[in-house]
């Protein structure tokens, strides 16, 4: 997930490796001055302008990478359907820049109803019923990984003394 950030009078977007690779380009630095508006979209994928050209992309997926069309030179590293993040510039190397917004620096306001609800369907077992209850088992007896009661060992034999 790339991170936005402000070093001194510039605003850096930060790639990781494997995004590097995947945009064909390292970190984009632009000056604050040329920052027109900020905004957050609900949805990226409305935003996204022109061909991706250099770049990776799978349409709802993920884009990555240049985006370029008639008057238009934007940057979008978008992933799935999380928020995004869209800077509009003037006088800079892009255009836009549309970044998505990692899910724990997403504040609870910019979360819809729809983008909640595909954040619990993707993480793991939000949806599945939880497992039966099990009771513990009786006194002097242990459960085996299978689930089996078995009895405990009560001393006696080969020296060994029995538990108090």
Same mark, same amino acid.
């Given at each position: 997930?790339?991170?936005?950030?402000? /070093?001194?009078?510039?605003?850096?977007?930060?790639l990781?490796?494997?995004?590097?690779?995947?945009?064909?380009? %390292?970190?984009?630095?632009?000056?604050?001055?040329?920052?027109?508006?900020? $905004?957050?979209? /609900?949805?990226?994928?409305?935003?996204? +302008?022109?061909?991706?050209a250099? %770049?990776?992309?799978?349409?709802?997926?993920?884009?990555?990478?240049?985006? &370029?069309?008639? %008057?238009?030179?934007?940057?979008? #590293?978008?992933?799935?359907?999380r =928020?995004?993040?869209?800077?509009?510039?003037?006088?800079a190397?892009? /255009?836009?820049?549309?970044?998505?917004?990692? /899910?724990?620096?997403?504040?609870? #306001?910019? +979360?819809?109803? $729809?983008?909640? *609800?595909?954040?619990? *369907? $993707?993480? &793991?077992?939000?949806?599945?019923? =939880?497992?039966p209850?099990?009771?513990?088992?009786?006194?002097g007896?242990?459960r085996?990984?299978?689930? $089996? *009661?078995r009895?405990?060992?009560?001393?006696?034999?080969? %020296?060994r003394? #029995?538990?108090?």
């Amino acid at each position: 997930m790339p991170t936005l950030t402000v /070093d001194g009078n510039h605003l850096v977007v930060l790639l990781s490796a494997l995004e590097k690779i995947g945009a064909l380009r %390292g970190n984009i630095s632009v000056p604050l001055a040329s920052v027109r508006a900020v $905004r957050v979209s /609900d949805t990226p994928w409305s935003e996204l +302008r022109g061909i991706r050209a250099p %770049g990776t992309g799978l349409p709802r997926v993920i884009s990555l990478g240049t985006r &370029r069309g008639p %008057g238009v030179h934007d940057f979008a #590293a978008v992933y799935g359907p999380r =928020p995004a993040l869209v800077v509009e510039m003037t006088g800079a190397s892009f /255009d836009r820049l549309v970044v998505s917004c990692a /899910d724990s620096a997403e504040p609870p #306001a910019w +979360r819809t109803p $729809r983008a909640e *609800a595909h954040r619990l *369907a $993707r993480s &793991r077992g939000s949806f599945r019923r =939880p497992p039966p209850h099990v009771p513990r088992p009786a006194a002097g007896l242990f459960r085996s990984r299978k689930g $089996r *009661a078995r009895p405990v060992f009560q001393g006696g034999g080969r %020296g060994r003394a #029995a538990p108090p």
